[in-house]
């Protein structure tokens, strides 16, 4: 993590990224308190250990405000609290998600529902809800995590797949839209990331080493593979890029 490149504009820059202490998230923290970010994130379980982590490491200590995203007016709040605390919010970082396996036939409409209102839902308002401090800010970056897991046709959980074509989609329809305002909308896909919940829940040696084998560099993907990217995304570094989807996979969706 040490080595990331250093993007000078995004020193004090106002970061909110949903699920920023586990996982990528948790990546994505470190990332950007190293560039020097202000940086706050919301997450369900308690982050205050990972917190105290981060200040050891990097000298600064992230806002972490408990949050269940699914809940639309508590995460506004907590939006404005960040806002409040590090000033207007010009990096959104997307990335709570939740990738339970379930099985098309036995869905119900209590469980689509649910799927929906932490993989789609959120992406949608956190944005409503920052878009106008980006606007008064002159600009501001929009990140929003999707997946290779559409493009490859995944099955084992069709709503997540559906949820990820949908942030694409998504994605390109916000950036026209407040394009204008210089607000860019990027989506960053990652191929198959082995966080401890991955292994934990779905790594196998032989579902691993299957999916190596479709990737064109052979080496598995961490969190910290992640980051970079997001930090491009995120500094003026790629101030014209917008409506795009960034894809780290080490190589299984050739995409172009």
Request: with cysteine; charged share 20%.
């Amino acid at each position: 993590m040490k080595d990331l490149p250093t993007f000078p504009d995004l020193k004090d820059a106002s970061v909110f990224i949903t699920g920023g202490g586990s996982g990528i998230g948790a990546g994505l923290t470190e990332g950007f308190l190293r560039q020097g970010a202000r940086v706050a994130f919301v997450q369900r379980s308690d982050a205050t250990d990972f917190c105290e982590r981060m200040f050891e490491a990097t000298g600064s200590r992230p806002l972490y405000i408990p949050c269940d995203i699914t809940d639309t007016p508590a995460l506004r709040a907590v939006i404005a609290r960040a806002a409040e605390a590090h000033g207007p919010i010009t990096v959104l970082v997307n990335n709570a998600a939740n990738d339970e396996r379930h099985k098309t036939l036995d869905v119900t409409e209590e469980y689509w529902d649910w799927d929906l209102s932490i993989n789609l839902k959120p992406y949608f308002f956190a944005a409503q809800a920052v878009i106008p401090g980006m606007q008064k800010a002159g600009g501001g970056s929009i990140i929003n995590f999707s997946s290779i897991s559409y493009m490859m046709g995944g099955a084992g959980y069709p709503i997540y797949t559906t949820a990820n074509s949908g942030i694409n989609g998504m994605t390109r329809s916000l950036a026209r839209e407040f394009g204008p305002d210089r607000v860019r909308v990027n989506a960053v896909a990652p191929g198959w990331v082995l966080t401890e919940r991955q292994k934990q829940k779905w790594v196998t040696p032989e579902g691993l080493a299957a999916h190596v084998d479709r990737q064109c560099l052979k080496d598995t993907l961490l969190p910290e593979d992640i980051v970079g990217g997001v930090l491009f995304l995120a500094s003026n570094a790629s101030r014209m890029m917008t409506g795009q989807a960034l894809v780290i996979d080490g190589g299984v969706a050739v995409t172009g």
